[in-house]
């Protein structure tokens, strides 16, 4: 089961609209996965085994985890090459 999380920059209205995305997509796609939402100020605690940072916020630190900015499930521009990315890093 490969683990995501899915943050944003305060509210969590943004990381919902991008967790349930990411769920279809890897459902669509047959890959197991547990979607966590949390505050970008939360990814330092909670980063440990995770398999893939979304954020819905810019974010410039390394975590040492892979980073897909996922703005576009929410503006609706350029989901597919967002989407690429992320199945990309799970699909490893």
């Not at 967002?82 to 799970?90: P, S, V, Y």
Request: proline content about 2%.
């Amino acid at each position: 089961m490969k683990k995501v999380i899915v943050a944003c920059g305060g509210a969590i209205a943004t990381s919902t609209v991008a967790a349930n995305k990411i769920r279809e997509l890897a459902k669509k796609e047959n890959i197991p996965v547990e979607v966590v939402q949390c505050r970008v100020s939360e990814l330092d605690s909670k980063k440990e085994g995770v398999d893939l940072i979304v954020t819905t916020a810019k974010v410039r630190k390394d975590y040492g985890v892979p980073v897909v900015h996922g703005v576009a499930f929410v503006s609706g521009i350029n989901i597919e090459g967002t989407e690429n990315k992320i199945l990309d890093i799970l699909k490893q």
